[in-house]
């Protein structure tokens, strides 16, 4: 018989965003060279969308655990790594990845709980990072402490971008050396289509003008987002005389401020809230370009799937995001919190179809094969047993 692998991949929510489809298409990806994968994720928050769907879609199960969460809860997140230095016990898994802080934190330490258990291999992936700009000064210093200790824990460490690896590496976690960089693998012909006249539906259906520049904005609408900065280019824009409007996908603690902001600023009217949408392909589809003004990005799955769709994007110069958009050629980049650039820009690329056509075309013919899942998987396959091969392990049949 082939010899298989057993892996334990844990994420702390199955909640929209791009880690969520990362592990549901690596788990199931990966089944047919191997590796026998248990998926691990906790529970998602109240206000919060799941994006379990996903998984189920690719047959992959996931064994819930329910301590595990986004909150920081001292007995909470002690009886998950108890419960997952159980699962480790009875699972023995040759390989434990873990996927987001949260589920880093607590996955690496329980491995070390479950002692003789512990599997030989142990490896991290950073979807983004939170130490720096989301937290107090002492509460950063703790979190950066942390992970510089759980690193040496760990076997290898991996960055879904070289932005956020090299920004992991100046702030002192590990050496360069630790990191492989592993882009995100997005089902992107699943998940977004580009047709005239499904664009022409879409729009009548949202009831927007075919000859309306439509912006667009997907995510959690939360203050690490800066959405705000949405509103404010919006009436940039239509003091400059372009009829323009915002679609706004997604749900989040900062929706009701954003509502009322925008009735403040006098756009709401212009301003589309679609709230959380399983289908996006409709979304890309009727807008013209994508906004997305954070302070702080991982790789940005919105912005990638934008660009799939042929939809060029203006986006915050952050974490990253300049790993997905190159600036003047499939989109535009700009300094976090200049919203009068975020607004020129946006203004340029409404007065010039040809720019958004040839911006679109260019991304488009980029991200297809970077972002595929195919080559997701092969990069963590490889990884895989270069590990297994460096510590004498036996490799997937």
Known sequence: MPETVKVLRVIARLNVGGPALHVAYLTAGLAPRGYDTTLVAGTIARGEESMAFVADAHNVHVETLGDLHREISPIRDLRAIVQLAQLIRRERPTILHTHTAKAGAVGRIAALL??????????????????????????????????????????????????????????????????????????????????????????????????AFVVGWVGRMTAVKRTELVVRALQDLVARNVDAFVVLVGDGPDRDQLERYAHELGVIKRCLFLGYQEDVARFYDAIDVLVLPSINEGTPVSVIEALAARRPAVATRVGGVPDVVRDGIDGFLVDADDVDALATRLAELAADPELRARMGEAGHARVIERYAVARLVDDVDRLYRELLAERGLPLPG
């Open 114 to 211: 479950a002692r003789g258990a512990r599997p030989p291999i142990v490896i991290h992936t950073f979807h983004g990072h939170v130490l720096r700009g989301y937290f107090g000064r002492v509460k950063t210093f703790g979190f950066r402490t942390l992970e510089r200790w759980l690193a040496r824990t760990s076997t290898a460490l991996v960055a879904v971008s070289p932005e956020v690896r090299d920004d992991l590496v100046a702030l002192g976690v590990a050496p360069a050396s630790k990191f492989t960089v592993v882009r995100l693998g997005i089902d992107l012909p699943r998940r977004v289509d580009n047709d005239a006249a499904q664009r022409r539906e879409a729009r009548r259906q949202m009831g927007l003008r075919d000859e």
